[in-house]
């Protein structure tokens, strides 16, 4: 047990030294984040615009990885100004610094910003947010973001390695992050799990435990109910569970993994997963070996935000597996993804193809009227099963891909999704399968971490 | 609507100058079994059997079908008598009058004799019973059957024609007989039928409207509660329902047919189907039509009697079935029938061939211990779905016939049934069924009346 956990240590140890920020990357961050927001204070004084440029984020906390720093700039407003002023006078000053950049929107709108300076180039988000009270009080959905700063900061000092190896590790599993597409651990959810346990090694540990519901509460506020997995009550939002995104893969994800490099410490899990992509033909090799088959539904990503396009492609990819159980083909997996501008939702099949036979089950016999009314409509044979009229009738669609290709629209897909697939859609098999996919498929095939 | 009930009256009236025994047959039976029960009587005073032999069934109500005279001659013995004495006694005398006859037995033994006389020859049933005092105190379960007759003689005067339609009816139903094997409507409680209603077409157009537990309780006993479709309490044993063994199947069988022949009035519903049996090349062409598979398992009936044999074959159709859909397979129907010493057990599949690849679940990651002995039994990758474990794994049987040729012993098949199974039994696919089973799929395969 001893040398386990020197092993850990010793992994620990050597993993921080490559993933720590070196003193110039520190210096470099702070001195161009600095000189921004000196910028901008200016700025707004020439253009009278009353707004108070901050720094918040990991750069602050310093609990960035190396070479990932997100330079998160806000712009605090007076809380009595419209947000269309808000918007429109954010924009303007945050657009006044910048050299090169453009305008986002999350559910709010900001400036993605490049800046070149000490042979690097650097990335930030100016965000406009209200100057509120108090977190609670929030008017738009980031003006909690400097609360989360000031707590973290002022409680962060001495475990920061701490949250950059959590932050590391979620990263290699693919569940750091708390956007749709991934439903993962928030930076700020790796601080505050640290803080709760006080090391990287003794959050592993209680994961390693963890029930469904679990809570922790670190200013004890004792509000929030929910039925998340996981439930962090947020330190500055009692009412806000900060985990409330975390899904329950990424929930069990984590206790699994937890477990594994508990029982056998390896550098292999805070490396990022290779991601080699792989060839139509290796695909191909692995699906003949599986025996199933695969139809991949192709169409134009809907020109909206990421988080708004998961939840439908989820919506869609549901809806449609219960279009095609309900015509009696079984789907073993399914998974979605976005590349190169296509939406594409990914089958797996157990049974893809049918009979022409299928029977339509008819209204019981005893019922006089709803039986008149069935053999008005079908032709005899008229069978009885179980008490029940039935007749044989063809099968509509005999394979998958003709019901997709027919009936995809009957589904319910999500407004924007649905707009895209009146559009066009494909509808390919294995053996259509093309390139761009490659990513995908080494994901979905999983490789052991 | 007076030329429809003219035109049924037409039919009835035809088919029972059909049906109806003439005079000549009338006597000859009646002369057969008074000299059959004459002889039975002098043999038991010379034997020393105190013995009284009567005359039972549907040539004594004068309600048999021309040319299927069953005669029942039934054995009545003190009710003092050991069922050993009985059994002995009933059957030497029996034998004693006899030429040619089996011993036969259902719950009880009995003679089944050949008699040859007027240039016919006759069957009989000679079956020993008690005399108990009434129905209800029966100490073997053929001593009802003289107060049945007793019953029926009394009322049916006048509604014998009735009854030998709906018998007839029934029999091209496929739908009279009590046996486990066809579990329709027996001859009595045909006679019942018609006397509860008066007439065949009353009858009909009741049935047309029956719901589920329907009841009919002529001498007002009242007392019998029970979940049958249908239930007629027994006028001389109220604890009983002489439709007991009406199945779903047959009840709703009667339904239907009452409403199509009274819309649709026809000679065909009295005509027996003409039972053509179907070729191996029809059978096969219709199945490649269908797109369907059929599987038959096929053993050596054993030497039971049918009315043990069926609710055992009926019993091990849907163990089986149940085995097929728990290892994914899908049946589309499936039927049993016993022919020429072979008990054959017939399914259709819509799906009979799977891919390669199963997924595994395990248990929930919550659970470490389930989760650490998981991991011990499977290999990675480990899977993690809905909160579980799961792993991929190779499917033991990808074919439904491998999987009936090593699993069906598994089955719950019932004693007589599994004894047989275990000394061989085939599989058959459907381009390996042999003759033998015309019959059974023209009917399988339905023909309208």
Chains 1, 2 share one sequence.
Not at 4 to 9: C, L, M, R, S, V
Not at 208 to 217: E, M, T
Not at 228 to 241: A, G, M, Q, S
Not at 398 to 422: A, I, Q, R, Y
């Amino acid at each position: 047990m001893i040398d386990k956990k020197e092993e850990i240590k010793r992994i620990c140890k050597a993993v921080i030294e490559r993933i720590k920020p070196k003193d110039t990357e520190r210096e470099n961050v702070k001195a161009i984040t600095n000189s921004i927001i000196t910028n901008l204070n200016t700025k707004a004084l020439e253009l009278g615009i009353t707004a108070n440029a901050i720094s918040v984020g990991s750069t602050v906390r310093n609990t960035w990885v190396s070479g990932e720093a997100d330079i998160d700039i806000f712009l605090m407003f007076p809380t009595d100004m419209s947000e269309e002023d808000l918007k429109e006078k954010g924009l303007t000053l945050a657009k006044s610094v910048s050299e090169r950049y453009e305008e986002r929107y999350a559910s709010h709108p900001y400036i993605h910003a490049y800046f070149y300076a000490a042979g690097t180039e650097h990335e930030m988000d100016i965000v406009p947010c209200f100057a509120v009270k108090e977190a609670a009080l929030l008017k738009s959905a980031v003006d909690r973001t400097p609360f989360h700063t000031e707590y973290v900061v002022q409680h962060i000092s001495g475990l920061e390695d701490e949250v950059l190896l959590l932050k590391q590790l979620m990263k290699c599993l693919g569940i750091y992050g708390s956007e749709q597409r991934r439903k993962g651990f928030s930076g700020y959810l790796c601080e505050l799990l640290i803080l709760r346990y006080s090391s990287f090694v003794a959050l592993l540990a209680n994961a390693s435990q963890w029930q469904y519901g679990v809570r922790i509460d670190l200013e004890g506020h004792g509000k929030y109910r929910g039925e998340e997995p996981l439930i962090v009550i947020d330190p500055v939002d009692p009412k806000r569970n900060v985990a409330a995104a975390v899904s329950l893969y990424s929930f069990c994800k984590l206790i699994d993994t937890a477990r594994e490099f508990l029982a056998q410490p390896d550098r292999k899990f805070f490396m990022p997963r290779e991601g080699k992509p792989m060839s139509e033909a290796e695909i191909r090799k692995l699906v003949k070996a599986r025996g199933t088959e695969f139809v991949v539904v192709m169409f134009d990503a809907p020109d909206v935000v990421e988080d708004q396009l998961f939840p439908q492609l989820r919506k869609a990819e549901a809806s449609i597996a219960n279009l095609i159980e309900r015509n009696e083909f079984r789907v073993y997996r399914s998974d979605v993804t976005v590349e190169d501008g296509k939406a594409i939702l990914v089958f797996e099949f157990l049974v893809w193809q049918l009979p022409k036979l299928k029977q339509h089950m008819g209204p019981p016999v005893t019922s006089e009227a709803h039986a008149a009314k069935f053999k008005s409509k079908h032709s005899p044979p008229y069978l009885i099963e179980n008490g029940k009229y039935a007749v044989e009738v063809e099968r509509k669609y005999t394979d998958v891909v003709s019901l997709l290709e027919h009936e995809l629209n009957s589904c319910s897909l999500g407004k924007d999704v649905s707009e895209s697939v009146e559009t066009g859609y494909e509808v390919l098999k294995t053996e259509e399968i093309r390139g761009g996919l490659g990513y995908f498929f080494s994901a979905y095939f999983g490789v052991p971490v």
